[in-house]
């Protein structure tokens, strides 16, 4: 195939059937869609291109045009290409880099990174006074300098798939569309415009909408909470919305590696579990043959540094011992909490030292007085070491909106600390009771 763009070559990337001896599946065919194989390395790719493509050329390089994003992730990294390519610069904007491989591949591309402060890890368009918010608002004002793709909102994320990933699809499956598609929800453009391609096609097939358990983080993946902050979400695109932990992600991602010759991260790797465990329960009632299609959106090599803090056993190291990853569903649900009142009651009397788990970003932005700030991840650092507080000072742990501060408030409990608490909500919940935050 010959090409005058590299641009050419994004999009119709193969489908592949996986081995029913991997997936042990009966009665479906079970198929990957490689959107790893796009150029630069992603699903986003095709996104990328059709948000920027009609812009570029009016974003002449005299006139200092820059393309500028809410990325920390492959979109940024499709649009710091093409950015180049057409003589711009591009802005990563976010408020919080949580990948070192992809943050140095953007270095390297020449992007520039501005960090932030957000209330939350992800843009919550209806709190007017975060600076993520609003800095959002400024890049969508019509008289805005920027060539803002706007991916969260913008249509053009899901025609890229509704015109290309899902057509193609039905024409790799001899003209037919799948009985289900399984798909990861991160700006829902891939999941909304592929079952909107498919079931114009056959109104019957079954969408399976996979999110990231409410206390993981798997790139590239929302929680159900901020898949309702996107503007591009629906929920009634999906049959069904399941949560897929991060180790049952890297676990897929195994499977697909080791079993199938995929090297797919953890993205495609959690879209393959979540597709095997919502068809193994349908497998054995089928009477007929039907088919089904996942998306594998990138590639592992991006992805080692966040493999290796989860499971080092895989490269050779010992298993970390206090780990949230081995708590139990039961010891998470039964994890010490605290409401808004009585966190308000409780710190009035000078007793517990309030920790904030959240990105220093979102600490500047607005925090509960008195609270130190140690990020989540630094936080699990700490614990894998011990107690990093004396068993006589209680301690109120709080993050976005809960999840993360009850698994570290199960651990410590575990790990013999009497009086820990997890802030029910965390601060999304603290801001809306209107209860006081301070900003540095």
């Known amino acids: 195939m010959r090409y005058d763009s590299i641009t050419e070559a994004i999009g119709n990337t193969p489908l592949v059937r996986i081995d029913p001896a991997v997936h042990g599946l009966r009665n479906i065919d079970l198929y990957a869609k490689l959107e790893l194989l796009n150029p630069f390395g992603s699903v986003k790719d095709r996104a990328a291109w059709n948000m920027a493509r009609p ?25 710091a290409v093409l950015a180049g390519m057409h003589g711009l610069t591009f802005k990563s904007v976010t408020n919080r880099m949580r990948i070192p491989e992809i943050k140095d591949l953007l270095l390297l591309l020449g992007a520039e990174i501005e960090e932030l402060p957000g209330q939350s890890e992800c843009l919550d368009p ?20 920027y060539l803002h793709t ?38 829902a453009g891939s999941s909304t415009g592929v079952a909107r391609a498919l079931r114009e096609h056959d109104p019957a097939v079954r969408v399976a909408g996979l999110v990231a358990a409410k206390s993981d983080f798997i790139p590239g993946i929302r929680t159900i909470d901020e898949a309702h902050e996107v503007g591009l979400f629906d929920p009634g695109t999906y049959d069904s919305i399941d949560a897929v932990t991060a180790d049952e992600a890297i676990e897929g991602m195994l499977t697909l590696n080791r079993r199938c010759g995929i090297l797919a991260g953890p993205t495609g790797g959690a879209a393959f579990f979540g597709a095997i465990r919502q068809l193994r329960a349908v497998d054995e009632e089928l009477t007929e043959r039907q088919s089904a299609v996942f998306i594998v959106c990138d590639r592992v090599e991006s992805y080692l540094s966040y493999v290796r803090q989860r ?125 006081p935050l301070v900003r540095d």
């Open 55 to 79: 812009r570029l050329e009016a974003a002449l390089p005299e006139r200092g045009g820059q393309v500028v994003e809410l990325s920390s992730g492959n979109t940024a990294k499709a649009l």
């Open 126 to 145: 209806t709190a007017t006074d975060d600076p993520l918010t609003l800095f959002h608002r400024a890049l969508s004002a019509p008289d805005s300098a």
């Open 150 to 187: 706007d991916q969260y909102f913008n249509p053009r994320n899901t025609e890229a798939h509704f015109t290309g990933t899902g057509p193609e699809i039905v024409k790799d499956l001899d003209g037919r569309a799948p009985d289900w598609f399984i798909a990861c929800v991160g700006t």
């Open 311 to 435: 499971r080092p056993d895989l490269f050779g190291r010992p298993r970390r011992r206090n780990s949230p990853a081995d708590l139990t569903p039961a010891e998470i649900r039964t994890a010490p909490a605290i409401g808004v009142t009585d966190a308000q009651a409780w710190i009035a009397t000078g007793a517990p030292l309030v920790v904030d788990l959240r990105s220093p970003h979102a600490y500047a932005a607005l925090h509960i007085d008195g609270s130190v700030n140690i990020v989540d991840e630094l936080f699990e650092e700490l614990l894998h070491g011990g107690l990093p507080f004396s068993r006589n000072r209680p301690v109120l742990l709080a993050c976005p909106v809960g999840e993360k501060s009850a698994r570290h408030a199960a651990l410590l409990t575990r790990m013999g600390h009497p009086d820990v608490r997890s802030l029910t909500g965390g601060i999304i919940a603290w801001r809306d009771a209107g209860a």
